[in-house]
């Protein structure tokens, strides 16, 4: 069985039909063709796209998340590009994170090739696959510049949005909390001061690696005081949050872009305050205007 009971797949004009003389049209496909269904959740970084992702994966029928990051598929720097742990993934599996050599480069066209069949298997699990990440070019080739694409999957695109000052804000909070917990020495292991300053291959290209650059290579030489190495760090840390900030924008217009003139029907889901709230009233806000809405808009696109 392809998948997820009948209602999975949206019902498609037959390919070929003929209307004979005092005929009505003729259906000369028995069957009446499906797609099959893809959801895919897109917004800036820091929004909670994987968040969304594995609660969607939990209320809906069986599903399973493919990243659509790019910096996230590479092995290492976990705590840098912010991939989702185990305990946060709540034993859904995940696609595509965590398993490219980090000094190869992974292109859209291999996203477009390593997604496609990740669909497919999933699908053949008899699962429902949800595309989440922030890459919006890998999105773009796969659903638009993949002639079989759209020919074979309907999609349901979500769109976690949160306004940019607010947002701001946040991944600032997060550069601070992802030095806490070691990005500085997650960094270090792979800093080779023996070699040209090389960010434009793999995972170095990730925001937090080449930011890092002037601070990790007067630490191997031995060259500053502690002063002046603190002053490093502190400014290769504004430099992350100035960059993160203005990845988010970048990511945001991309996403109007692909609604405007690509025609992308976004559902569009506020969460700016859920980020506004503390605590406990985080997680209610986000059930209440991000989570729920979503599902319902999920559970309909199947039954469509
Ligand atoms: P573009 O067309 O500009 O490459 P895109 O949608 O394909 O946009 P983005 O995901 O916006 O790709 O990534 C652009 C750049 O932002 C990456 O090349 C990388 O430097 C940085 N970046 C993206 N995701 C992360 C991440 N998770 N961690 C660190 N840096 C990231």
């Given at each position: 069985m392809r998948i997820l009971m009948s209602a999975c797949k949206q019902v498609v004009q037959p390919m070929v039909s003929f209307q004979g003389p005092g005929l009505t049209n003729i259906n000369m496909d028995p069957f009446l063709r499906r797609k099959d269904k893809v959801v895919i959740v897109m917004g800036a970084t820091g929004t909670g796209k994987s968040r969304l992702a594995i609660d969607l994966a939990r209320h809906n029928p069986p599903a399973e998340i493919i990243n659509s990051d790019k910096m996230q598929v590479?092995?290492?720097l976990d705590i840098v590009t912010n991939k989702v742990t185990e305990d946060e993934c709540k034993g859904i599996p995940h696609h595509l994170?965590?398993?490219?050599?980090?000094?190869?480069d992974f292109t859209a066209n291999d996203f477009k090739h390593h997604a496609s069949l990740a669909i497919e298997s999933i699908l053949e699990r008899d699962r429902l696959p949800i595309i989440a990440g922030g890459s919006n070019s890998y999105i773009e080739a796969l659903v638009?510049?993949?002639?079989?694409f759209r020919m074979k999957y309907e999609c349901c695109f979500l769109w976690v949005d949160v306004a940019i000052p607010v947002l701001h804000s946040f991944v600032s909070k997060r550069v601070d909390r992802m030095v806490k917990v070691g990005l500085v020495d997650e960094v270090r292991k792979m800093f080779?001061?023996?070699?040209?300053?090389?960010?434009?291959?793999?995972?170095?290209?990730?925001?937090?690696v080449p930011e890092m650059h002037e601070y990790l290579h007067c630490e191997a030489s031995g060259s500053n005081d502690d002063e002046t190495q603190e002053r490093l760090l502190q400014a290769a840390i504004s430099k992350i949050k100035e960059n993160t900030c203005i990845l988010a924008y970048r990511q945001l217009q991309k996403i109007r872009r692909l609604q405007a003139r690509r025609g992308w029907n976004m559902h569009r889901l506020d969460a700016t305050e859920a980020f506004l709230k503390h605590h406990a009233e985080t997680n209610q806000a986000w059930e209440k205007l991000v989570a729920r809405p979503a599902t319902r808009i999920v559970r309909q696109f199947l039954l469509d």
């Open positions: 590479y092995k290492g994170i965590g398993k490219v050599d980090p000094d190869s638009d510049e993949h002639s079989e080779d001061s023996t070699t040209e300053a090389e960010y434009t291959n793999g995972i170095r290209q990730a925001i937090g």
